[in-house]
């Protein structure tokens, strides 16, 4: 197969905040316990955090961290994380029907993301609890002392205040599966007030309103709507989630799958508009993508697990080169509209759907995601760039037509470079590309960095950890008449590093 993909400087959709790189720890399963945190283990600092964990996260750069959920948020109180930690309650959490020991909490929060160091977007309960608790939560986080609550802070031995200045106002309100779920209009009226009182309490926090959970809710884009109708004025980004399935069990149609999130970000976008435009408001609305993965496979086991167990196993899924594959398509999508997503955050970051594993007492590995991901973190800076992409498409009864190559590319000025990543979405052929400059502008091939494997359904495990793992291919070194000629293989992802 053949195609032509043309990537100019000039043509920037805007700028990449470091923030679209975000990650997310939610108490569910090994996540938390186990899996950043695990006293008992011989790699264990002072705090209990895991040092083999944390060095493997540095290699991402992750700049911002998701807490405490996702689902837990939405039964949890955030009293139980905080004060003497022999003091704290063990709780039933309904989300996951597990045991939480509430060991790693706030405080604790506080100091593993430092080490990274990372910034917090801080999740609320909407579900069982509300506007009350919010701002008391926010009065413990960010007041500097002599109130009741940052005094009881203080007195817990953090005389500093967190500083926590991003907070989702709750997580995926609409779903069935939500502890304390609401209808638009009940959510649209808390979150407005939430928001407001939460401004009058700390003016420079930033919040994030729930959009729909995903693209197939039956209330998409109507949610979006009538929550944005009640609330657009007091709240700063809108929460979208996507996991990427293999319903159909069908290679073509998991791989088309990221066309579906583009058209719910689009849409969503595309109602932040028109309530922009219905309110004559200046301010734009932006999207906090704050859960995106792949999700292959259901973890049907996971519902016959005994209830009430502290950290059991949960959503623990092997990713293949496939998996990843769609991973990195999703990643493109970010990347394409990275000037109307300033943050989101891959769900998760350890164990449960997540690029990094651990063993309980033992080793960590990376899995596939890993890569598509750490290159994007690293490579993918400075400005977002609108590439021209001519090649083959197939048929999708779902999606219709979906290109073989899917790209996204990055210019960073500092360092004089452009990244390209792309994905080869046909598992029987390589594409021969013409990857052209604009203008005929003359570049360098820094690297060609290639992810692929001969089974489609390889990963990576504790005892093969290097099974997939990224090479870099020869390639011309130069452009040629403004153009290079590479040959992307069958089902591989891609990182092209020109310098100019
Ligand atoms: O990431 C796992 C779960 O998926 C989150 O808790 C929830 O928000 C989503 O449905």
Redesign the pocket.
Known sequence: MNAKATVDRDFAIGKIDPRIYGSFI?H?GRVIYGGIYEPLHPRADANGFRRDVIDVVKELRVPLIRYP????SSSYDWRDSVGPVAERPARPDL?WRSLEPNTFGLDELDRWSKELPAGVLMTLNMGTQGLREAIELLEYCNLPGGTSLSDLRRRHGREKPYGIKLWCLG??IDGPWQVGQKSAAEYGRLANETAKAMKLLDPEVKVCVCGS?FLKMPTFPEWEQTVLDLCYDNVDYLSL?TYCRNERAERSAYLAEPVGMERYLETALGVCDRVRLKKGAAKRLDVSFD?WNVWPRARESDRDRDPWQVAPPL?EEAYTTEDALVFACMLNVLLRHAERVPIACL??LVNA?APIMTETGGAVWRQTTFYPFKYACLYGTGSSLRLAVDGPVYEDRVFGSVPFLDASAAYDSARGEIAVFLVNRSDASAIDLELALGRGEHAELIEHVVLESGDPMAGNDAGSPGRVVPRRKDGPSESVGGAFRLSLPAFSWNMIRLAL
């Open positions: 939610e569910l959920g996702g689902n837990y989300a997580n995926e959970s989630h859960e959503l769900s998760l759907l």
